[in-house]
């Protein structure tokens, strides 16, 4: 099972180069930022802990329970830097036990320290022993030296011939043969060609009484490691072997670890060729430069976002490339990111054509080579802050079309509002105008049928009472005439007959139908037609006949006795202007347009005078059919003048009205 080992870092140079060595030996090595050390350390269980430099040393305090149950190492920074020597002291001080390494030891001497750290931590360390053959023709020898290479723990098997040493070699792994030089129908150099054909990797030790020079030149010819002569002694034996163990070990051992050494240099070949491609081809800037703004390393995107060719932005100043505010925002952020030098910047720089490029800068400081820099992402957000304008505007006319909805329903309520004050007093007016005529009407017929029980029967006052009852029933009349009228033009029904017709001869009619009212009360009707030519309208008669009734009959009632009332008529332009001007009481200015709604009485009349205030919203609607304009304004002395403006050549419209009206 892989030891798993945490290295706890903070964008270390050494760190990365620990845990590719870490991984070079075989073990699975977690690297985390200290940000996220204490939910890993919860989760998760190491056999070995790394902390690099630059760690707060209140983190340390925190985790250090976790720190005292496994071997702790301590990645010294560079030497250079005092501050960062002074903050690395003052954790070694909570940690004195930890093994220190420094960025200047080779990579041998760190796998040697994390070897060592890690053996250190191991309960029971498995001790891999050789299996040995050994071969002799003499059976007493052969037992002796069995005897003691068992008492070492060795696994031993054995053979008096060749042939016998050929089967146990096929039958076993041989690590390391030990033979007798001198056997009866071979040597021992032959003995080890046939084992070491069938096992490859094993070694040999030959035991001899006459140590030749011939035969230890050929014993060394074909790889024998030792050659020891008899009397043997087996403190020396055991020595020989342990020897020649060691070096198969070693070799073993630097066998895989040059293949796993080559495994990792291939997967770390492939991953530089992948980052350099990813570095190289991304749109995004990727800076790196100290704390004074010297360039240290930039992509080819920084070359396009700076307008400056990549081999000169090395050595350039980071400062001299954007604007002076975001220099001052970086500066400021690198101050005041203490330990956790991790911060965001908004930026922005001038191209050559002068336009400024907004950019989102991702900056952490890192460990360049024993040196304090900063890797700086720098992201174009120009489509990023047009679409934020865009949105700005969009919310800008969306809360102002809220507003004026929000008006126009408040407007909207408020003519409602009004409306709905205007029928309650309209039913009041109506309730009352009919309650009027129709008891004026019920009291003289009760008067009338009680004279007739009389003798003798009193012709005048029956003649008195029908009078009022006629006088009552023509007024009932009226005011339901008014308002079938007034349902007829809501409901678009109300007959509409236009012909060519001479205005003059019309309100003349109209003067005519209201004199006796006027002849009552003493007022005089004046028409002013000095300054006006005959002229002819394509309108309905009866309407413009009404209209004049009505509003006659308004200056009427409203003009005190023995007055005048002016009708005036001017040609203008294309219209004909009717002016009906009393000596009454008047309108309240703010009255003025509301006077024209239905259900709607001047304030000033409402009282005392009678009406329902239909007579006005009728001609209103009757001068909207013929496309002219009504409207009242007070006169400069006394009174209160209402203007009719009529279109002379309106053929087209009338006749469109009228399809609509049919």
């Not at 309960?123 to 059976?139: G, K, N, W």
């Not at 070491?196 to 001899?208: E, V």
């Not at 309208?537 to 309407?543: F, I, N, Q, V, Y």
Request: proline fraction near 3%; glycine fraction near 4%.
């Amino acid at each position: 099972m892989l030891k798993r080992i945490l290295i706890v870092d903070n964008s270390s140079v050494l760190a990365m180069r620990v845990k590719a060595l870490l991984e070079l030996i075989g073990c699975e090595a977690v690297l985390c930022h200290f940000s996220e050390v204490e939910k890993i350390l919860l989760e998760q269980s190491f056999e070995m802990i790394a902390i690099a430099h630059g760690i707060p040393i209140t983190l340390i305090e925190q985790i250090k329970p976790f720190l005292k149950s496994v071997p702790t190492l301590l990645i010294a920074p560079n030497s250079q830097g005092g501050t960062v020597i002074d903050s690395f002291s003052d954790i070694y001080r909570l940690l004195p036990d930890s093994q220190v390494i420094y960025p200047f030891y080779d990579n041998k001497e760190l796998i040697g320290i994390l070897e060592g750290q890690l053996m250190m931590n191991e309960e029971e360390v498995e001790i891999l022993l050789p299996r040995i053959l050994l071969v002799d023709s003499e059976l007493d020898k052969l037992a002796e030296l069995e005897t003691a290479l068992k008492g070492a723990h060795i696994d031993v098997v054995t053979a008096t011939s060749l042939k016998e040493a050929i089967e146990q070699s096929i039958a076993y792994k041989i690590d390391i043969l030990i033979s007798d030089f001198n056997l009866p129908h071979c040597s021992g150099i032959d003995v080890y060609r046939k084992v070491k054909g069938i096992n490859p990797d094993c070694r040999c030790l030959l035991i001899t009484s006459e140590a030749l020079q011939s035969t230890l030149i050929e014993a060394i010819r074909i790889g024998v490691d030792d050659v020891l002569e008899k009397p043997l002694d087996q403190s020396l034996l055991l020595q020989s072997v342990h020897k020649m163990w060691q070096t198969e070990l070693l070799k073993r051992n630097n066998t895989e670890l040059v293949e796993r050494l080559q495994d990792t240099v291939d997967a770390l070949i492939e991953k530089d060729s992948l980052l350099r491609v990813i570095y190289k081809n991304t749109p995004d800037g990727i800076i790196l430069f100290q704390k004074s703004g010297k360039v240290l390393e930039a992509n080819d995107s920084c070359s396009s976002l700076f307008s400056v060719e990549r081999d000169k932005l090395v050595g350039h100043s980071m400062y001299d490339l954007i604007d002076r505010d975001s220099v001052n925002e970086i500066q400021d952020a690198i101050a005041m990111a203490l330990h956790n030098k991790q911060f965001h910047c908004d930026l922005s720089v001038t191209n050559n054509l002068g336009t400024v490029i907004p950019l989102a800068g991702s900056f952490s400081e890192i460990d360049f080579h024993g040196e304090s820099a900063f890797a700086a992402v720098l992201k174009d957000v120009s489509h990023l802050k047009h679409k934020e304008d865009l949105l700005r505007e969009a919310k800008a006319l969306l809360e102002h079309k809220v507003q004026s909805r929000t008006a126009e329903l408040q407007a909207a309520k408020e003519q409602a509002e009004m409306a709905n004050q205007s029928k309650s007093e309209f039913l009041a007016n109506m309730s009352h105008e009919l309650r009027t005529p129709m008891h004026s009407i019920l009291s003289f017929s009760q008067f009338g049928l009680e004279k007739l029980s009389k003798e003798p029967i009193p012709v005048d006052k029956l003649e008195k009472y029908l009078s009022r009852i006629e006088t009552s029933g023509q007024r009932l009349l009226s005011l339901l005439n008014n308002l079938l009228d007034l349902s007829k033009l809501d409901a678009g029904q109300f007959p509409f007959n236009p012909s060519k017709q001479e205005i003059l001869s019309i309100i003349r009619t109209g003067i005519e139908d209201v004199s006796g009212s006027a002849l009552s009360k003493s007022i005089q009707i004046r028409l002013n037609e000095s300054d006006f030519s005959s002229c002819y309208l394509e309108c309905d008669a009866s309407h413009i006949n009404q209209i004049i009734r009505n509003l006659l009959g308004n200056a009427i009632k409203f003009s005190d006795a023995n007055s005048f009332i002016d009708v005036i008529l001017r040609k203008e332009q294309n219209s004909v202007l009717v002016q009906i001007k009393d000596s009454g009481i008047g309108i309240p200015d703010s009255e003025l347009e509301h006077i024209f709604d239905k259900f709607a009485q001047s304030s000033t009349t409402n009282k005392g005078a009678g009406g329902t205030g239909l007579g006005l919203a009728i001609c209103r609607e009757f001068v909207s059919l013929h496309h002219g304009k009504i409207w009242a304004q007070n006169n400069s002395d006394k009174g209160a003048s209402i203007f009719i403006s009529l279109p002379i050549n309106a053929t087209n419209q009338t006749l469109s009205s009228e399809i609509l009206m049919s």
